[in-house]
């Protein structure tokens, strides 16, 4: 008889024990020329994540100059007093490093990555930006330019296009939220390098800056390190600016940006509603995300799995401006795109969800699979430096308390169905809702006037 072979197993591995997780806590300071600083030691994260602040938000930017901020932004990484354009770049580059910079309505923010062996030498190129930007007339023209040659590309996009309409609709034309963010082919094309720079002297200094710094800190004198760069930047203190309080019109109506031939509708379905500070964000959260927050929630799981009119829609809550006294706001919106000839019916059926959501309101299983979801994964979210000094950033720039987003997941877990539930009915109530939608109002308006969600208006796409 042949004799079996016989196989030795390696033992099977175990599992360790469950580590308790919460989202890291930072440690404040300040500089002595007023910087605020927050910093989060995270041993292993060899890149290290700077975030800088400026509080130079849009509403700041003198009138007839829409898209200052963004020149001012773009301009930081395109030479100093001690580097040109090309040499800023080139040495980003020899220290390993990254440096992004945009505007939006609360302010202006600065990224950079860079490992943390190099950090010195990233800290060391971010204060120049800061502290000595060179806004030579030649980058500062190219930089206008460039963002001139991005608008049409950004009009012949349906979501972005949509996005400008929902906001023009929903705010009143005085206020910046009405406008696009990064400026018109009329305001930006009136930007100069003397703009930017009466920007910058008026809005940028250390005194109203933050600064987030998130990594791998060991052996790093962060104090000496900050007080050599970015303690060199100096500039006078400010007067805290006066806020003015979000405001906008969400009564129920239609707007069709006229896109003959079309062959999908684009939707945008949205409103404002509280911010950060309001207790109900964690439910609203909650409520949203069962309603649209993935492939599993209802909307897609009508509109995409039994219907089979989009590749997918969602439901979301995008803060605008934050403020503890309750005079910010957030964005709660529902997005998404469909094919032509069921645009009626699409929106009939959506309609219907929200519906069905306030008669008959969430389950207990979509309730506790949107809690897997938004804290079982969060250890995973937070796995890079910069996601974590991304979100201390956002927490600075709403006014929040740096342990604002390890609380906020204990509020999910806590919070329940029926919350649940009153917070999404309460964000997207089906008569207060403003819709825009791109696409062929030919073929669509009909359709859409005869669901009776809204007075319909037509404009062009331009």
């Given amino acids: 008889m042949t004799e079996l072979a016989t196989m030795d197993f390696h033992p099977r591995p175990q599992a360790g024990d469950a580590r308790l997780w919460a989202f890291p806590a930072p440690e404040r300071g300040t500089l002595d020329n007023g910087l605020t600083v927050l910093r989060c030691h995270r041993p292993g994260q060899q890149v290290v994540a700077v975030e800088v602040l400026l509080d130079a938000p849009l509403e700041a930017e003198p009138a007839g100059l829409d898209g200052v901020a963004t020149i001012m932004a773009r301009a930081f990484s395109e030479g100093t007093d001690k580097h040109s354009a090309e040499e800023f770049a080139a040495e980003l580059e020899r220290a390993g490093a990254?440096?992004?910079?945009?505007?939006?309505?609360?302010?202006?923010?600065?990224?950079?990555?860079?490992?943390?062996?190099?950090?010195?030498k990233g800290l060391g190129l971010i204060a120049d930006a800061l502290r000595a930007p060179a806004f030579a007339d030649s980058e500062v023209e190219r930089l206008v330019n460039n963002r001139l040659d991005e608008i049409p590309h950004e009009l012949a996009n349906p979501s972005r296009r949509g996005a400008k309409e929902l906001s023009k609709e929903l705010f009143p034309a005085d206020a910046r939220m009405s406008r696009p963010r990064q400026g018109s082919e009329e305001t930006v094309a009136a930007i100069d390098s003397a703009a930017v720079r009466a920007f910058y002297e008026k809005h940028v200094r250390p005194a109203t800056a933050t600064v987030v710094v998130v990594g791998d800190l060991t052996g790093i004198d962060l104090d000496a390190l900050l007080g050599d760069t970015l303690g060199a930047w100096t500039g006078s203190s400010a007067e805290p600016r006066p806020v003015p309080p979000v405001t906008a019109d969400d009564t129920g109506r239609v707007v069709i940006v006229d896109r003959p031939g079309a062959v999908q509708t684009q939707l945008l379905i949205g409103r404002i509603g509280p911010d950060r500070h309001d207790r109900v964000w964690p439910a609203q959260v909650l409520g949203t995300y069962c309603l649209g927050g993935t492939l599993t929630s209802r909307l897609d799981r009508v509109l995409r799995e039994e219907k089979g009119y989009t590749y997918g829609v969602r439901a979301f809550g995008q803060v605008l401006r934050s403020a503890p006294d309750g005079t910010g706001a957030a964005m709660l919106a529902i997005s998404?795109?469909?094919?032509?000839?069921?645009?009626?019916?699409?929106?009939?059926?959506?309609?219907?969800?929200?519906?069905?959501?306030?008669?008959?309101?969430?389950?207990?299983?979509?309730r506790d699979v949107a809690v897997q979801n938004l804290v079982g994964v969060a250890p995973l979210k937070y796995e890079t430096a910069a996601a974590v000094a991304s979100t201390l950033a956002d927490q600075v720039e709403q006014h929040l308390p740096d342990d604002y987003q390890a609380t906020l997941y204990r509020q999910l877990a806590a919070t329940g169905t029926v919350e649940a539930t009153a917070a999404a009915v309460s964000a997207f109530p089906v008569d207060r809702l403003v819709t825009v939608l791109v696409g062929d109002a030919a073929q669509i308006k009909a359709p859409v006037e005869a669901l009776g969600i809204g007075e319909v208006t037509v404009v062009a796409a331009e």
């Fill in 98 to 120: 990254t440096l992004d910079a945009h505007a939006d309505h609360p302010g202006v923010r600065l990224s950079l990555e860079v490992p943390a062996s190099r950090l010195p």
């Fill in 336 to 366: 998404g795109s469909v094919d032509t000839p069921n645009t009626g019916p699409a929106l009939e059926d959506l309609w219907t969800v929200l519906r069905t959501l306030a008669a008959e309101g969430l389950t207990d299983a979509e």
